[in-house]
Structures are given as C-alpha cells and as structure tokens.
C-alpha cells in the first residue's frame, strides 16, 4: 500500500477514510440534546460525520458516548522529529563486556517508583532478575549491582540510598500520574540532586509510558525512556554515559575554540 | 539594589506596555547574569525573558542567551500546547545544541565548540549574524549553565540570560546568576489565593537571608562539601566548633540531630536541606533559637510546611549567599484554559510580595515599580485599572 | 456440594504453625505501648484538634508527656492525674497543656484508683458512643435491600473530599456496593493525622475525622436513594494505625485495610512498633463492627503471582491468627488475595480460580476481598476490560464477598468517572450472568486445579513452620516474606515505642475485650445473613 507520508490519516477499512472512535463523559444527563452535543463537539474536534453509537446515563447527572467520525485532519510525518536517547542499543553479552573493557568495574545503580506512584511494573521489568520479555533485568547482569527501592519512594530516600552505595545511576519511575503530579516531583528530586551538590556525579534516569526523552532532558534529567524499554536499553545507555563522562573528565574545560 | 528610577519612568511614558519594565529592572539591577525561573511550566517564563532581550537589545548592551532547560520550541513538551518563539538580533551570543542550530531561521556563526553532549546534540556557542528565531537549550545542570555562562562573558557578553527549565529552580543559585527573575501564574494553582500564597511561600524561601554571625569568619563556605556537617555550639563556657563528616545530610539525619546539643545551636549544612530534618529537629525539640544554614536558597528543598513548622517553634534558616530577587512576573492564563483577571492576579501577587516589582507580561501592567510607589498605591485601591 | 478436596490436614497444620507465630509478637505487646496507641487514647477520650501551626493536640501533648519521660505510666494516668490536681475537665487539660499554661512537670502523681475512676467514666462513655455507630450501622443495614455478593468495591482518589463525594455517589449510583477513598501517598509515613476537611492531596485524599464524616454523611444520602447501604472504607494502617481506627469507629467507617505486616515489609516502618499498633487498632475495628481488609495482594506487585501464590496464603493464616488475638470475629477478617498472574500462562485462570476456590474453602467464614489485576495490566484498555471480565468471572464462581473492581484504564490514569461506570458494568452483567454457576459446578478430582491449590497450600504450610520455628520477627529479619529484609530495631517509629511501667494505664482495651469476648458480641455485617454465602463459604 502506497501511503504519503505527508498526509497520514487514521484507516478504518480504506486508505484515508479517517475512521476515529472515542468514548467521554459530559456531566450533563443523557438527553437527545446532550447526544447532540456530544456529536457536535466531535465535530468540532475535527471529526466528520460525529455520530453517537452508544449514550447511556451514568448516576443521573453525567452521560456517557461512544462516538465513531472520519478525522478530517492528516499529518504531515516527515516532519515529525522526536529526541532519542543518545545510545546505541548493546545486548546483554555485549554489555557487560564493554563494561568491563572500558569502565572495568561495576556499576551501581538504584532505583525506585517515587512519590504517588505504587505502580512498580515498569521498574521491576528493567531491574529484577526475571526482566520483561524474555530479558533479563539489570540484577542479572554481571557488571551491574542494582538495587530496587520498590514503590512510593521519597526522592530524599532515594537520593540518601544513591549516595549511600556511592550509585552511579539514579532510575526513578513514574507510571500512573495524576494532574502531571510527575512532572512536580521529578523536578523535586532533580532539584534535590543538584542542591547535594551530586549532579555531576550520577546519572539521573526516569522511565515511564507518558515519559518522552524530551520532557526528561528539560526537567535536568540525563535520559528519559517511554514505553517499550527493555533492561538491555537502560543498561546500554548507563554503560556508554559513563564511559563517555570518564573520557570527558580528561578533557579541557573550556573546549574547542572555533573562532 | 539601586534602582534608576528616571529610566523607569521613562520607559512607563513612552510605551503602554509595562513589560518592558523588565528590561529596566534587569539592566538598573546591575547584574551580569540574570536566571528567569518558574514556579512551574507555562508560567510564561519565555515571555518575560522575550520581554527582556528585547529591551536589553534595544538599549545596545550585548547579551548572552542561554537555557537551563528547553525554550523556544513550537510545542509544549507535556500539553502539545503552542509556545513562544525566541527572536535575537544580531550579534546576540546564543548557547544551544547542533541540531537545534539547524532549524533556527536565525543566521548563526558558531564560535566555541564545548565538550557537553546532550540528546539535542552538542552544545556550541553562536553569535547572530541575522536574526530570527531559535530554540534554546545549554544544559540541565548547574556545571554546565556555569561553565557555559562564563566562556559567553569571555566571548565579550556584557549581560548573559540564562532561561529556567519547568518549575526547576537551581539556576537562580547566586553561583550562577547575580539576578533572578520569578515567573507565577495561573497554573500553579486552581484557586487565585493558592497561586499567591505558592508564590509568596516561593519568594519567602529564595529571601533567605544571609548568616550574620562572628562565627562566620570560623568557615569558608567555598571549602564546604556535601559530606560537611558543621555544629557550631556557644554556651557559657565557650563557643565549639565541630564538622561531623558524613555521607550526606539525606544519610544521616538521625545522627546529626542526635548530635546536635540541643537547641540554640547553629548547624551548617555543605549540601541540601531537607525537610525530614526540619521535621526532626522539631520532634526532638530542638528547633527553638537553632539556625540552620546553606549555601544558598536552591539548597532548601523542605516543602513550606516543614519551614514554617520549624519557624515557627523558634528555628531559623540563613545562607550564605543570598539570592537577589529582582523582579516576579505573572501570567493570569493556564494552558488548560483557566484564566484570572489580570488585574487581581497581579494586585494580590503584588500585595503579598512588595517591594519586589510584579510585572504582568500578558497584560503588560505592573505594580511595585520603583520610585512609583503613589500611583501604584493608587492603582491598588482603584481596583488595579490599568 | 463437592468443591475442590483440599487437604484438611494440611490446613489445620498451617493454623496451628500461625498460631505459634501469631504467639510470638505477644510479649512485645505486652510489654510496651506506642505514641500512635497513646494519642489513640487521647482521640477516643475526645480530644481532636490542632494548634496554630496545624500539630495536632494528641501529638503535642503525648510528645510532652514523652518528653517528661512520663508516658510509660500511659497518657491517661498523666491526664487523671492532672484532672485530679487542677479540678478541671478532660477538655480544659488538654487546653492548658498544648497552651503550655500546665506542664507535666507541675502535675504529682495521683492515687491509681481515683484517677481510674475519673478516666473509666470517660472512656465507658466513648465506648458507648461507639457501640451506638455500630448498632447504628446495623439498623441501616436491616433496614436496606439484600444484595448478594460478591459486593462491588471501587475507589476514589481524586485528593479532594468534595470531588470524592461527587464520585463515590455517582459510584454508588451505578451499583457500587463499598467506597474506598484513597489516601494521599506518604500519609502512612505520617506521625500524625492531618485535619480538618483537605482539597490537596497527590494521588489519593487525606484520611482526617472531617474527611470521614464528609463521606459518610454524603454515602447515608446515597444509601437512602439506592436502597442499599453503601460500605466506606479507608485505611488503617501506617504510623497512625491505631488513631484512624479511633476516628473511623466514631465516624461509622465500615471497613478498614488493616494488614498487621504491609507497614514493615512495604512501608518500612519499624516492626515492634507495627506489631503493637496493629494489635490495639483491630481491637477498636472489632469493637466498632468494621470488616478489616488484609493487603496480601502486595506480595504479588513484584513477585510473580504464580510461583509467589503460597506467600498469599501464608499471610492470610498468620493475619488471621493475630486478628482472632484482637477479638475481631471470623466474619469480620477481610483476607486479601489477587488476580494476577500474568495472562500468557497456559490455564492461568484454571490456576487463578482453584487459588480463589481454596481460600474460600481454607477460611469459610472470612468476608474474603479479591483484588483485580494491576501488574499485567498496560494500557491496552480493551485486552484490560477482558481481563477484568475474567477476574470478575473467578469471583462469583469462586464465592468471593468483596470485589475490588479492575478498572480498564489501571496502569493509565486513577480512574475517572466513566471508567469506573465501565468496570461496575462489567462486573454486574457476568455476575448476574452467571449468578449461580457457582452451585453447578464441581471440579474433576485430581484435576488442575486441585493439584494447584493443594500444592499451593503444601508450600505455605511449610513456610509457616519455618516461620514458626524462628519466630515472626526472624522472620522478618531473614527476608521470608516478600524477599524484602527488615531489622528489628530498624524503620520508622521506633522512637514511639514506650516500655510500659508496672502501673501502666490505658482503659479502652478491658472495654473491648469485655463486649468483644462476651457470647452475643455479632455484629451484624451484611443485610443476607440468612443466605450464608459470601459472609463465607457454608456450601462446601
């Protein structure tokens, strides 16, 4: 199938029909004038041909919809780009080899789910010893000592375990959010490295499905990593910041002049 | 702080738009690196550091850009909302990335190649040559803004900007900026009372001030480390200083306040202050007549409650270097569509705050503009027409 | 009716290896009382609160009291004693004392007995107010349609008391049987509780007596209109165990997660000081006619919930044990139990369901609480609705009282109005659907599923006599439970606990353990009391 990448829009059962469903709430009762609504502001969100498939009463006051429309609106792909983690991706043997050729010793890394967040799923995947698809987490790797702090973390917990076992990587996790309370408290901890006068002696990581790499770099972060992340990516990038940083060190501080 | 007031007011007749009060504000501050920071995202942080290059701009004084975090991009990182574009004119030193360089409509010449390698590529300084627009980001960490801030001074910058990432506050630390700016708004909290009082509890901590002791000269604050813990003790029979050597404040608080004397004792932290050892010193009852002090305001990352519990059974927080807070602009309006009137937002931030000026950069009002001390009272009671 | 044939032997071999841990916290109890049981005492005697910079009384005044170096003879003796020497009330103590106009250095002992008499007379009257929220409790449920169970369970954690009241009766309205309104994270790690109603809390609200009566008040209107009494839950656990259990039995809370290790292996809190509290918070809950909830789902949010599964039975027997010892009734333990293998297994809901069969057969009378899957769950909200089908689908089979309903968007957002509208959809339509499948079904004899669920039970029991043999606390210290390794002498809060004098005083637990031993102490919990079912098993 020939698609412009150009113009790409949602396919329901033929190139750019544009087929869209959504399902919301109105805190209105189900009338055929909330109906209406809810197909009018479809419409207003770009969707042609808005129609209520499914409305029903939710405890009087609210109503719930079910919408199918064809979104009038395309995007325009090739302009799409998104920041990566600055990495390339090393499996599991490869790894522990590099660290072992460039680092020569362990690296320590802690981590935790902080703050609200008791969901531990996504820090488990990349940490325990079992992993997540079929790879193994961090605890397996030889050249890593990792420590899981599990969930509902204090960042001032986790920064005294970090500096505790002299860590070189912190990886905070952050699953379920509400209000963007996130985005408060990954600044707090970033804060909190900084103020301990530890920036530059820890990576700072966070990983997350609503974590872009963007938003993580903005906020002071070394790394951010979305949904997908599997042990060896983590474990990649830590090893080569920290063969890179090492290397670093040995270079002026002033850099290159160019003029 | 020895504000000029003529050129205030000059600037108040000329345009309606008090925004540019900013600039006055930034160039009679005196300071050479000056940090906008927010109390959070979209508090309109880009608008004011806009404001302000383009007055400084004006008035032929060369500067120096740079971002502790992400600015200028089209959209926002966490709502896809729209943001404000960054505009320089020629001859503006700009610190960002590779890639970001390449899709600014600005011309630019690089002029030094730094050793930091971030996501968006390396970090290089610039110069304009034409203007246009660019995204600006220099690095997320104190080690980096310093160290680029100064190769800029070196570069010839006579005044260096350094733009604040999200609601991230390390760049307004004394070591790094002589200035600071505070941008508050709307989205930092739903109600008009919660978003003055986050901001005052906000400027409360960055006024910290400074540690007036004898025991002052004992210490070089330079020398101090995360892993220095110092009690100083005076009592009838002398004063005593000890430095405990920790791991870290964050490893060892129990011990700490287990050493601790009792109150009345000043403890000197070399890292961060947090608040379960405020909490601490209050549960073992020796807050009251205690002083605790930091580096500088960055430092103190208890939340206000922790602080205001231990002020308020007789402790006390000091620096060592104090922050000028010289400026706090406010944004009535919320990326998620709420909106105060402009007027009560920035009458009440000013209430709360004064004399710090309080400049709306939606609006272009201000309040606490000095040497207008009569009409701005005026203005207040009026009902804050503008 | 023949259900899975579960070795009785076993079972009552893991009881008796319980009892034996359950034995060994019991010194620790007796020999010492905690901060958190201390303000409890000043909270049950009336006492709430706060000062001017939001400290609560019972906190600053059992902090003097510790501080004095006094709390050892308990904060009721102190406060009869005082009573006594200045001739003022209860209420004028605690004024002049948290005003810093009395101190306890100032007040001498009192003769024992008087001061007895004069606190006895308090605590008789508290107590009664707490027996009327309780009978209270059972004329509304009299009073209200049966339902049967499993009863709907949802929560709501919007960090606003007034948003939750919106929620929980939108809930309610959709056939929610039992609220829960989450806490604010971190507020287990509380050595106070906040006051006064709260609109700010990150990822749940504060639990506070204002709180408490706020949700009450607005679920009897609730219960009024739906014609069934609404349940409330909130949780008792944390460094203020105790003190939340004293302000839910005033505010006629129905239900409480109140699990005596969660605090130690999850929240790191110091273990003497959970032990202790624990005991004389469920002592409160029992007295008050609250169905406890243990958390033994949280053994399985990090390991896996196959090889894992006898850890969760393993809990349930000692959270039993040590739950009888404070006088809570069979039908009042609330065993928690999981959904969550992960969905790739082969037969995994053969494997889930005959783990759900034996815990109803192992604790026939326990209101057992069945948590819905959490850890596999990803985003994929549709595969997620499946899955809580599934869950659901286990839970009426199986005989389950209460259902925390999955919610399709878990893993994505705390759940919003409509999602919580889908998920008690879904739970109604399969367990009216399939309402009495469970009465039709026997399992194939040496199947699967009993195979699973004896070796599940086979493995636990030898963990309980492990754990028996080295006591719970040595346990504990040797990272039996969870993997997770805790010191006896590590955590939080082991600055509050208190060794107990010779003439220590605390009044309330001789009032419970009276009324809680005493024959016709049953408090009527569910209004189909006849009909056996889900108040336990009574079909085997």
Excluded at chain 2, 74 to 80: F, K, Y
Excluded at chain 2, 281 to 297: C, I, N, Y
Excluded at chain 3, 48 to 62: A, K, Y
């Amino acid at each position: 199938m020939d698609i412009d990448k150009t113009r790409v829009r949602p396919y329901g059962d033929t190139p750019d029909d544009g087929y869209m469903q959504l399902s919301f709430t109105l805190p209105v009762p189900c009338s055929d004038e909330s109906r209406r609504a809810a197909e009018i502001l479809g419409e207003k969100m770009g969707l042609e041909d808005a129609k209520v498939v499914y409305s029903h009463n939710i405890a009087d006051s609210f109503s719930f919809f079910v919408i199918y429309g064809r979104c009038i609106h395309s995007v325009d792909m090739t302009t799409i780009e998104i920041p990566k983690v600055n990495a390339e991706f090393m499996p599991f043997e490869q790894i522990n080899r590099f660290i072992e050729t460039r680092i020569g010793r362990k690296i320590v890394v802690v981590a935790a789910c902080t703050g609200t967040d008791a969901h531990t799923v996504g820090i488990d995947a990349i940490i325990n010893m079992k992993g997540y698809r079929g790879e193994y987490g961090l605890e397996r790797y030889p050249w890593f000592t990792a420590y899981n702090l599990g969930s509902q973390v204090r960042n001032e917990d986790l920064l005294a375990k970090a500096i505790e076992v002299d860590a070189d990587a912190i990886l905070v996790s952050q699953v379920v959010t509400q209000k963007n309370v996130h985005i408060d408290n990954l600044t707090h901890l970033a804060e909190l490295v900084e103020a301990e006068g530890m920036r530059d002696k820890v990576l700072l990581i966070v990983g997350g499905p609503r974590i872009s790499h963007e938003l993580a770099v903005e906020l002071g972060y070394d790394a951010g990593f979305g949904p997908g992340t599997l042990p060896s990516h983590v474990g990649s990038f830590i090893a080569q910041a920290l063969a890179r940083s090492a290397r670093n060190m040995r270079e002026p501080t002033r850099g290159e002049n160019l003029c | 702080m020895n504000p000029s007031v003529s050129s205030a007011k000059t600037a108040a007749e000329l345009g309606r738009d008090d925004t540019m009060q900013l600039a006055d504000i930034v160039i009679s501050s005196g300071a050479r690196n000056i940090a906008v920071i927010g109390l959070a995202k979209n508090t309109g942080k880009t608008v004011a550091l806009n404001a302000i290059i383009k007055g400084v701009q004006a008035s032929g004084i060369r500067i120096g850009v740079a971002s502790s975090g992400r600015d200028g991009e089209r959209l926002d990182a966490v709502t896809n909302l729209p943001k404000p574009r960054i505009t320089l004119q020629k001859g503006v030193l700009v610190a960002t990335t590779e890639e970001l360089a390449m899709n600014a409509t600005a011309s630019l010449e690089p002029l030094i190649k730094t050793k930091y390698v971030s996501v968006l590529g390396r970090l290089i300084i610039y110069r304009v040559s034409a203007p246009g627009t660019i995204e600006v980001a220099s690095g997320n960490r104190a080690s980096v803004v310093k160290n680029t801030t100064q190769i800029m001074r070196h570069l010839g910058a006579e005044l260096v900007l350094i733009d604040g990432a999200a609601g991230r506050r390390f760049s307004s630390a004394p070591s790094l900026a002589d200035a600071v700016i505070l941008s508050t708004g709307a989205v930092v909290a739903p109600t008009l009372d919660g978003v003055v009082a986050r901001t005052a509890h906000a400027v409360e901590i960055l006024s910290t001030e400074e540690w007036s002791s004898p025991h002052r000269e004992d210490l070089n604050p330079k020398t101090l480390t995360n892993q220095d813990i110092v009690i100083i003790t005076s009592d009838a029979v002398g004063k005593q200083v000890q430095n405990l050597k920790v791991k870290s404040v964050l490893v060892s608080i129990s011990e700490i306040v287990r050493r601790l004397p009792g109150s009345g004792n000043t403890l000197i932290l070399g890292g961060v202050l947090p608040g379960s050892l405020l909490r601490d010193l209050v549960t073992h009852r020796k807050a009251h007549g205690s002083t605790v002090v930091v580096s500088d305001a960055t430092r103190i990352l208890a939340t206000y409650r922790d602080i205001a519990l231990f002020k308020s059974r007789g402790g006390k927080i000091a620096v060592f270097h104090e922050v000028h807070l010289a400026a706090i602009t406010t944004s009535p309006i919320s990326p998620d569509g709420r909106m105060f009137k402009a007027d009560t937002l920035l009458d009440a931030v000013a209430k709360r705050v004064r004399p710090i000026p309080v400049i709306d950069v939606i609006a272009g009002t201000a309040r606490n503009l000095p040497g207008h001390d009569k009409t701005q009272e005026d203005k207040t009671e009026g009902g804050g027409v503008a | 009716m023949r259900r899975l044939d579960i070795d009785t032997g076993l079972v009552d071999r893991a009881r008796r290896a319980a009892s034996l841990i359950a034995d060994s916290t019991q010194p620790i109890i007796n020999a010492y009382t905690t901060t958190s049981i201390e303000r409890t005492v000043l909270r049950l005697l009336g006492l709430s609160g706060v000062d001017e910079n939001d400290v609560p009384l019972p906190n600053i005044i059992v902090e003097q009291a510790q501080a004095a170096g006094l709390l050892g003879d308990g904060i009721a003796y102190w406060i009869g004693s005082a009573m006594l020497h200045e001739g003022l009330s209860l209420s004028q103590v605690a004024a002049g004392l948290s005003s810093g106009k009395l101190s306890f250095h100032r007040i001498p002992r009192a003769d024992h007995d008087t001061v007895r008499h004069v606190i006895q007379h308090e605590a008789t009257r508290v107590c009664s107010y707490i027996k009327a929220r309780r009978l209270e409790r059972e004329g509304l449920i009299a009073g209200s349609n049966s339902t049967a169970p499993p009863y709907l369970y949802v929560i709501v954690a919007t960090g606003n008391i007034y948003e939750d009241v919106i929620q929980a009766t939108a809930a309610a309205k959709c056939g929610a049987d039992i609220i829960a309104v989450i806490r604010s994270t971190g507020q287990s790690l509380l050595d106070y509780v906040p006051h006064g109603p709260t609109t700010e809390g990150f990822g749940g609200t504060y639990a506070t007596q204002t709180n408490f009566r706020i949700m009450r008040e607005a679920l009897d209107v609730a219960s009024k209109e739906c014609g069934r009494y609404i349940r409330l839950v909130n949780y008792c656990s944390g460094l203020c165990m105790p003190e939340i259990a004293a302000i839910g039995a005033l505010e006629r809370l129905d239900m409480m997660l109140n699990d005596a290790m969660y605090g130690i292996l999850f929240r790191d809190i110091n273990m003497q000081r959970t032990f202790i509290d624990q005991h004389f918070s469920r002592m409160i809950n029992a007295y008050a006619g609250v169905i406890i909830n243990t958390g033994e789902d949280n053994y399985l949010t990090t390991a896996d919930a196959y090889e894992e599964a006898h850890t969760v039975l393993a809990s349930q027997f000692i959270n039993e044990s040590l739950a009888l010892r404070s006088g809570l009734r069979p039908e009042q333990i609330g065993l928690g139990h999981a959904y969550e293998m992960d969905p790739d297994i082969p037969d995994g809901f053969l494997y889930e369901l005959a783990q759900a069969e034996m815990a109803r057969i192992i604790f026939p009378n326990a209101p057992l609480k069945y948590m819905p899957p959490t850890k596999h769950m990803t985003g994929n909200i549709f595969k997620g609705h499946l899955m809580d089908a599934m869950f659901n689908l286990a839970g009426v089979i199986s005989g389950q009282t209460i259902q925390l309903l999955g919610v399709l968007t878990e893993h994505v957002h705390t759940p919003h109005l409509q999602d919580r509208y889908l998920s008690i959809e879904n739970a109604k339509y399969i367990m009216n659907n399939a309402r009495h499948l469970r009465q039709e079904i026997t399992y194939k004899k040496d199947g699967i599923m009993e195979k699973r669920a004896n070796e599940v039970l086979a493995k636990a029991t030898s963990m309980l006599e492990q754990v028996a043999e080295i006591g719970l606390m040595s346990a504990i210290e040797k990272a039996m439970f969870a993997s997770i390794k805790r010191e006896r002498t590590g955590g939080r809060g082991l600055d509050g606990v208190i060794t107990k004098n010779k003439g220590y005083y605390n009044p309330f637990p001789e009032i419970f353990m009276h009324e809680l031993t005493s024959s016709d102490f049953s408090p009527v919990l569910w209004a189909n009391q006849l009909e056996g079912e889900g108040r336990g098993g009574g079909c085997k």
